[in-house]
């Protein structure tokens, strides 16, 4: 009997979701229960996915439990066959990431055979987003009728899980927020200078992960002009993969000497190396439900400047691990990365995000999981 199953993308796939899925699959085999992990062969259809590959070098890691890849994104019914085999596993809890609406008939499929033929096995979805972040209202019927499939959620904000109740009355969610590893030792910032050739003098903010429209990219570097001719040490980095309009992103700032762009997919060491490197990340999120970026900084002892969006208010404690401002205003946002050179709140801040991280270790966050899910013991 398998009694924890994970369902979801996990590395060699680029996403968010496929590095906090094999994050929480670790921390379980760390704990001792050790999942089956269910995988895509497959993820998006190639003609439906913006960015440049889905999927990065190297196979499955094998440091976290079995895998068996049986999904495929472009054949719903992969997920029904997926759901056969598991249920024949009869585990105590199966887990699914749900982050977008395109997974819906799959995530729909998978759950139904699982009611069917395991009908004690308890469905727990992993709710990254509860809607899409470019959402409507046909979005959220479709979410929903997702929902009524599942026996628990966990979400990553009090907001979300209000918003969920709002949905689908009476269910069980706990907010569970992104776990991120904490670092032993604090980061080498001048090693990783070194290694990324930036002066040890210049005061670094760092944007990075997918470079999408929600996360506000372009009111950072609008914020970040008036900054950099006050403060000519000040530099900004745009460190991830762009989509759509971000893509311009080099003709947009040709010639300019405080900006440099890192534009591509960048595997979890040269991520690491950058947080390090930095003294800030800037999540200037127009709207979020949680950000695994976030709790990387704070994993790292780096300070957050970000909005005062659902995903960081839970993340960020204003004044000591980060500062927050009011989501799409470049002004406000500009006068925090202003103060944060004028004032010296490096150092400050970085105490802050090791005092906080700890809320945020993967250990604890398989421990809730877990717990959530009524796995015997936890």
């Known amino acids: 009997m398998s009694r924890v199953v ?10 968010g979701i496929a590095d906090q899925t094999l994050r929480l699959a670790r921390a379980m085999a760390r ?32 440091d976290a439990g079995e895998v068996l890849a049986l999904l495929d994104g472009a054949n719903p019914l992969s997920f029904r066959a997926a759901g056969r085999k598991v249920a024949a596993l009869r585990p105590e809890l199966v887990l699914l990431p749900w982050w977008t609406s395109f997974f819906a008939l799959h995530s729909r499929l998978f759950l139904d055979e699982l009611g069917r033929r395991a009908p004690g096995t308890v469905r727990l979805l ?8 470019e959402g409507g209202a046909w979005r959220r019927r479709v979410a929903r009728s997702v929902f009524h499939r599942a026996d628990r959620f966990a979400v ?56 999408r429209p929600y ?13 950099a001719r006050e403060f000519p040490r000040a530099r900004l980095v745009f460190a991830g ?61 780096r300070g957050v400047i970000g909005t005062r969006v659902d995903g960081l208010v839970d993340v960020v404690a204003d004044g000591e ?24 709140l490096g150092a400050r801040l970085a105490a802050g995000a090791v005092l906080h991280r700890s809320r945020f270790a993967p250990g604890e966050h398989a421990r809730r999981v877990l717990a959530l899910g009524g796995v015997a013991g936890w």
């Open 31 to 62: 704990l001792g229960v050790t999942p089956t992990l269910v995988t895509f062969r497959r993820m998006y259809p190639k003609l439906l996915y913006p960015g440049r590959s889905q999927r990065g070098a190297g196979a499955f890691p094998g």
């Open 241 to 301: 993969e762009p989509w759509g309009e971000a893509r311009k992103l080099p003709g947009m700032v040709a010639g300019r000497r405080d900006v440099r762009l890192e534009l591509r997919y960048l595997p979890e060491r040269e991520r690491a190396l950058w947080l390090d490197a930095c003294d800030a990340v800037v999540c200037p999120y127009l709207h979020a439900t949680g950000s695994g970026i976030a709790a990387d900084a704070l994993a790292h002892g």
């Open 156 to 211: 990553q904000n009090a907001q979300a899980r209000k918003d969920l109740l709002d949905l689908v009355p009476g269910v069980r969610a706990e907010v569970i927020p992104h776990p991120s590893e904490p670092r032993t030792v604090l980061p080498d910032r001048d090693g990783a200078r070194a290694q990324l050739g930036i002066p040890p003098d210049d005061v670094v903010f760092l944007f990075t992960g997918l470079l």
């Open 215 to 227: 996360k506000g990219w372009e009111l950072l570097l609008e914020a970040f002009g008036p900054v």
């Open 126 to 133: 992993l709710c990254h987003n509860l809607v899409d972040h």
């Open 6 to 15: 994970l369902a979801g993308p996990i590395p060699p796939y680029r996403s």
């Open 321 to 344: 691990s980060g500062i927050l401002v009011p989501p799409g205003d470049a002004e406000a946002l500009g006068q925090a990365l202003r103060r944060f050179v004028a004032e010296g």
